[in-house]
C-alpha cells in the first residue's frame, strides 16, 4: 500500500483527538488516511437536501454532526480540530458498541452502527460470520483501513499494532456507557 504524502501532516492533530476520545491515534489516523487521504476539505454529497454529505478529514456526515454533537453548520467539520474531535468519539462509541471488535467498529462506521447491530442479532459477534452480509463497499473499506494499519504500524516502527477482528481493542476505548 502506497502512503499519502501528507500522511504525517496532522499526526499531532490525529493524537490530540485520540487521547481525548480515549483511543489508539494509530486507528485514527488510519480511519482519516481511508475517509479522506488526510484532506481536511473533503467532501462527499450524500442524496438529501443541500449540504448534506460527509465533511472533512473523518468524513462525518452532517446528519450525525447535528443529531450527536449539536453542529448545525456543516461547514465547522472542515475545521481540522473539531473534525477529528468529533470524528474521533464517534470511532470510539462504535468501538464500545462493537464490544472492542475493531472489524465491527469500522464497519459500523462506515455503514451505520444500526445495519451492524442488526447483523450482529442475527449472525453473532463474529466479524467473519457478519462479513458476507455487509455491503460489498463496506467490506472492501474494512479491508483498505486494516491495510494502511499495517502499512502505518511498519513506518512507526515502534511494534504499534492495531487490533484486527476477533481481537478485542480494549486499548482502543473506554467505557463510558455512550452508545
Not at 15 to 40: H, M, N
Not at 67 to 92: M, Q, S, W
Request: hydrophobic share 35%; proline share 5%; charged share 30%.
Amino acid at each position: 500500500m502506497v502512503l499519502p504524502r501528507n500522511h504525517d501532516r496532522y499526526d499531532e492533530h490525529i493524537k490530540r483527538a485520540a487521547r481525548t476520545a480515549g483511543i489508539d491515534w494509530l486507528l485514527l489516523k488510519v480511519v482519516v488516511a481511508q475517509e479522506s487521504r488526510f484532506d481536511p476539505k473533503a467532501f462527499r454529497k450524500e442524496p438529501g437536501p443541500p449540504g448534506y454529505g460527509s465533511y472533512g478529514l473523518t468524513q462525518i456526515l452532517s446528519s450525525t454532526a447535528a443529531r450527536d454533537y449539536g453542529i448545525r453548520d456543516p461547514k465547522v467539520l472542515f475545521d481540522v480540530d473539531t473534525n477529528l474531535r468529533i470524528g474521533a468519539d464517534y470511532l470510539r462509541r462504535m468501538l464500545v458498541a462493537c464490544k472492542g471488535d475493531v472489524k465491527l467498529a469500522l464497519a459500523s462506521y462506515n455503514c451505520g452502527p444500526g445495519r451492524v447491530r442488526a447483523l450482529v442479532n442475527e449472525h453473532g459477534w463474529d466479524y467473519d460470520k457478519v462479513e458476507p452480509h455487509l455491503p460489498l463497499t463496506t467490506q472492501r473499506y474494512v479491508q483498505k483501513v486494516l491495510a494502511y494499519r499495517d502499512a502505518f504500524a511498519k513506518k512507526v516502527g515502534d511494534g504499534h499494532s492495531v487490533a484486527a477482528g476477533g481481537e478485542k481493542a480494549a486499548d482502543h476505548a473506554r467505557d463510558d456507557g455512550v452508545t
